[in-house]
């Protein structure tokens, strides 16, 4: 059960205009509504995960060079055993 909140009414209204064939249907504008949002949040996370993997892609091997061959061996031996 969902109570339609002042807040919901008006988001309801205003798809009725984007939807008039549904306007006497509020709980398919309702359906509607939750749909278009999974598909927002779908879409924004994968646009997130897309931007993401392209950072790491362009950082990939750019930080060649910034330790000395052998420095691991160096740590190791600088720590007791």
Do not use: C, Y
Request: net charge negative.
């Amino acid at each position: 059960m969902v109570t339609e909140t002042d807040e919901l009414s008006r988001a309801l209204d205003e798809a009725a205009t984007v939807w008039p064939e549904m306007a006497n249907h509020r709980a398919q504008l309702l359906l509607r509504l939750v749909d278009l949002g999974i598909e927002h949040f779908a879409a924004d996370l994968a646009r997130k995960e897309e931007d993401r993997q392209a950072t790491v892609r362009g950082l990939a091997g750019s930080m060649t060079g910034t330790w000395p061959a052998g420095w691991k061996k160096e740590l190791r031996e600088e720590w007791p055993a």
